[in-house]
T-cell receptor, first 111, second 110 residues
Framework: SQTIHQWPATLVQPVGSPLSLECTVE??????LYWYRQAAGRGLQLLFY??????ISSEVPQNLSASRPQDRQFILSSKKLLLSDSGFYLC??????????FGPGTRLLVL | AQSVTQPDIHITVSEGASLELRCNYS??????LFWYVQSPGQGLQLLLK??????LVQGIKGFEAEFKRSQSSFNLRKPSVHWSDAAEYFC????????FGAGTRLTVKP
């Protein structure tokens, strides 16, 4: 069966520091991968999606970037965090354009 | 433009009462439809999905949803709510990309 992992689960970072969140998927090949952000009490905002290694599409221009160095690994990064980057970050995978399955999320607090 | 609307931001029901969460979509053609549930601090869990066929879809945890093409709706129902159902519920639709509603927060009164 397929599983999706995210780490870390929680992160507290100072403003201006770098960020690296990792997402890995097991049990499937060539998945579509997604990064979402969920601000407190808000819905989901799609940040990036990837249909293959090295292929990244950005939905919202901002302080963040994404990379897909391996088929089942998706990384969300920032060179300098802003206060507004605080939130709950969710990774998801799907096959083609069908059902998305979500990871447990990473809570990021930027101070 | 394609969109998903959940008209109710917050719903409170008593334990044991029935539940209906509303979802409307705006798409040129019928999309795939989904309901997810999110407990605090957790990821989203798929409750059920509709691709085609029978318009009444059964999901996990005793939930069901009915697709109504004429109303562009995909409402989620449960006949008897349990305290553990308190969570945030998201409706989603997908043609080439998935769009989520803003969510409905469910509170369950004892």
């Amino acid at each position: 069966s397929q599983t999706i992992h995210q780490w870390p689960a929680t992160l507290v970072q100072p403003v201006g520091s770098p960020l690296s969140l990792e997402c890995t998927v097991e049990g499937t090949s060539n998945p579509n991968l997604y990064w979402y952000r969920q601000a407190a009490g808000r819905g989901l905002q799609l940040l990036f999606y990837s249909v293959g290694i090295g292929q990244i599409s950005s939905e919202v221009p901002q302080n963040l970037s994404a990379s897909r160095p391996q088929d089942r690994q998706f990384i969300l990064s920032s060179k300098k965090l802003l206060l507004s980057d605080s939130g709950f970050y969710l990774c998801a995978w799907s096959q083609l354009q069908e059902t998305q399955y979500f990871g447990p999320g990473t809570r990021l607090l930027v101070l | 433009a394609q969109s998903v609307t959940q008209p109710d931001i917050h719903i409170t029901v008593s334990e044991g009462a029935s539940l209906e969460l509303r979802c409307n979509y705006s798409y040129g053609a019928t999309p795939y439809l989904f309901w997810y549930v999110q407990s605090p601090g957790q990821g989203l869990q798929l409750l059920l999905k509709y691709f085609s066929g029978d318009t009444l879809v059964q999901g996990i945890k005793g939930f069901e949803a009915e697709f109504k093409r004429s109303q562009s709706s995909f409402n989620l129902r449960k006949p008897s709510v349990h305290w553990s159902d308190a969570a945030e519920y998201f409706c989603a639709a997908s043609r080439n990309d998935m769009r989520f509603g803003a969510g409905t927060r469910l509170t369950v009164k004892p």
